[in-house]
């Protein structure tokens, strides 16, 4: 996964760098080296983003509600 993939997964999902931290109870500071292409993001983690990404975006929020 490319920064700019990890960038985009993360809009998709509406999620900010603390946000991703959190949910993977990790420190900020790699999530912020993932995302400046300092650091590699782990391929299950990868894997993990594109699907919850694409899942989101196939069934994104109603904005009728």
Do not use: F, Y
């Not at 500071?29 to 590699?40: A, I, Y």
């Amino acid at each position: 996964m490319t920064a700019d993939e990890l960038r985009e997964c993360l809009d998709a999902l509406h999620w900010s760098h603390r946000e991703l931290a959190r949910t993977l109870e990790i420190n900020l500071s790699t999530v912020q080296d993932w995302v400046m292409g300092r650091w590699p993001v782990p391929p299950r983690i990868a894997a993990w983003l594109r699907a919850s990404a694409a899942a989101l975006r196939a069934q994104p929020l109603p904005k009728d509600w």
